[in-house]
């Protein structure tokens, strides 16, 4: 209750310092894909004695305590900040014998310390160089004594202390030579308490004993060409050795003294690929649990490398999302998305549900690359951005070719990473042409009719022209990206006015002549009249309802709702508005409707 009435407050007085006498609120109904799992921007993991997977959530600051089988069960932390049951970029995750965990809380450079129901015990650490100061470190692990070694990161060094987190020693400083470090980043140890630190950009993992004396090196590891920035390294119960080789997305094994076993893995979002692999962690029976940084997921494999479960969002399958970008409504209601890394389109009815897609990698005939924008006409058919092959393809409702125009090029009908895209109501179409810092207008077959705009920052002027949306009198609306404004045009290239706004990324005009603009710097939507006056605005940074990670593209459908593309937690996100009666003195307050499926 403190939460929402003081998120009213902020509204009632004004944001940008703006009174509004009357508000529009929007409420998060409905995310697809709809998980009941952990919503994942997945930093350290650690296993508890019960097979449960205690993660670290960069983006939400949290820890998260997922079930062996992908089930969120429990999330301790309260936002990003800096009080006792907060972190700020949390990312190495231990469990003593206890049952205490221990949270790297890496922008904090400091260490906290939970009981097993995620309540305070302790934390300690400041900011600097000394014994028990930290400077961004990142891993921990506990010894069978209890006690913690710590890697100290941007100190390039390891902190051991006691379990009542009294300091012990400390080795290493910045360097290539034995026991010296470059960026160290996790940290294990074997069944003898030996320590393991993956010594990120000397790319090789190193060996010490638990008091700082250095026993080996090991650089060698699928045949024979190493490892490249490793970012982790896990020890199961039989002293197997398994490390994140990071830069080239795959994990490798070596038995305990150091000679390769096994890889897996490749660049990609299929099951068993992966995109930038960051933390791992191993059972004790050889089961390995892998953070798949820029996937936005966690797999989970056997000790040969065969994959057992994966949890998260992004994928390529049907409904799932691969960092997506524009999003379209036509007159039926149904959706269109997108779906730029997995370079195709899909279509879902206004509930979400799956139709079809279309679409593969490729410059072929309905093939794409990258595709960052779609729109739709009064017949129903779809144009597509092909940003990466500089070209407008146009399909008919079935996602069947019609035809395409563009290529790369300065000149007329020609394009540099166009980015949006956007249908008058008489058929014509505009396309931003980014690079080019130029908006072309088209008929519906591509015949080039006009064009406007330059690089530069005046009236007119364009830096990163990105998203297009047209009002019902036919005015043009550009979000000017790196100019940070929205400007506003008559149909043919007139300029008509401006209005400032952080990063917009996606804009659409609803039936009422509203404005609704994704700010990705500040991760939320704000709504404007047609004149640029704020009305209303949501949203912050993080992984849960009605919270963004970088939005891209925005639309409205003919009953008032919103639909965001979260594009880096690879998601939909649509809000509704209903109003009820009410005041707060003599001012009307709009509440919400709160729906979810």
């Not at 205690?54 to 089930?71: A, F, H, K, P």
């Not at 994140?244 to 994990?251: A, C, G, P």
Request: net charge negative; glycine share 12%.
């Amino acid at each position: 209750m403190k939460r929402k009435c003081a998120f009213i407050v902020m509204i009632l007085v004004g944001l940008w310092g703006s009174y509004v006498s009357a508000q529009d609120i929007y409420h998060h109904v409905a995310t697809w894909p709809h998980t009941n799992g952990p919503k994942l921007r997945p930093g350290g993991m650690a296993v508890d004695a019960q097979g449960n997977v205690y993660l670290t959530n960069i983006l939400q600051c949290s820890v998260q305590i997922v079930s062996s089988s992908g089930q969120l069960v429990d999330e301790w932390g309260n936002g990003c900040g800096a009080g006792n049951d907060q972190f700020n970029n949390p990312h190495g995750i231990a469990i003593d014998g206890n049952g205490t965990v221990y949270v790297v809380d890496t922008d904090n450079d400091r260490i906290h310390a939970l009981d097993a129901q995620g309540q305070h015990v302790a934390v300690w650490g400041t900011s600097g160089s000394g014994a028990g100061q930290f400077d961004h470190p990142s891993g921990i692990t506990i010894d069978s004594l209890g006690n913690m070694y710590i890697s100290d990161t941007d100190n390039n060094r390891v902190q051991k202390f006691t379990s009542e987190r009294q300091f012990v020693t400390q080795w290493g400083t910045n360097g290539s030579a034995n026991g010296q470090f470059d960026w160290p980043n996790g940290i294990a140890k074997d069944s003898h308490d030996n320590i393991y630190v993956a010594d990120t950009f000397n790319n090789r993992i190193q060996k010490f004993s638990s008091d700082g004396q250095f026993l080996a090196s090991l650089t060698e590891g699928e045949n024979g060409d190493g490892f490249y920035w490793p970012l982790d390294v896990a020890i199961d119960g039989s002293d197997t050795i398994f490390i994140t080789d990071t830069s080239q997305n795959r994990i490798q094994k070596l038995d305990a003294s150091g000679t390769f076993l096994l890889a897996w893995g490749a660049q990609g979002s299929q099951e068993d690929q992966f995109n930038w692999p960051e933390y791992i962690a191993a059972e004790s029976g050889g089961n390995i649990y892998v953070s798949n940084t820029y996937e936005d997921r966690v797999q989970k494999f056997d000790a040969n490398g065969q994959l057992l479960a994966m949890w998260g969002t992004l994928g390529d399958g049907q409904g799932q999302y691969y960092w997506p970008d524009g999003i379209a409504i036509d007159k039926d209601g149904n959706v269109y998305v997108a779906d730029t890394f997995n370079h195709r389109i899909q279509k879902l009815s206004a509930q979400g549900g799956f139709l079809m897609t279309w679409g593969t990698k490729g410059s072929g005939i309905g093939q794409f690359d990258m595709p960052n924008d779609v729109t739709v006409d009064t017949m129903g058919n779809v144009y597509v951005v092909d940003s990466g092959w500089n070209r407008i393809q146009k399909f008919n409702t079935q996602g069947q070719f019609l035809t395409a125009w563009g290529t790369y090029g300065e000149g007329e009908g020609e394009f540099d990473s166009p980015d949006g895209i956007a249908i008058d109501s008489q058929g014509m179409v505009y396309v931003a042409d980014s690079v080019n810092c130029r908006i072309q207008k088209f008929t519906a077959d591509g015949q080039f009719l006009l064009q406007w705009g330059s690089y530069g920052s005046e009236n007119g002027q364009f830096d990163w022209p990105d998203t297009i949306a047209l009002d019902k009198n036919g005015k043009v609306y550009v979000a000017d990206i790196q100019n940070d404004r929205i400007q506003v045009f008559d149909a043919q290239g007139q300029f008509l006015m401006a209005w400032a706004t952080p990063l917009p990324q996606g804009i659409d005009v609803d039936d009422n002549g509203n404005v609704f603009v994704t700010d990705s710097q500040n991760q939320m939507v704000r709504q404007f009249d047609s004149n640029g006056t704020l009305l209303t605005q949501w949203g912050m940074r993080g992984a849960d309802d009605g919270q963004f990670n970088n939005p891209q593209g925005v639309a409205t459908d003919h009953a008032g709702n919103v639909y965001i593309v979260d594009s880096h937690n690879s998601r939909i996100q649509k809000f509704s508005l209903a109003d009820v009666t009410g005041a707060i003195g003599s001012l009307p307050v709009s509440l919400l409707r709160i729906l979810s499926w």
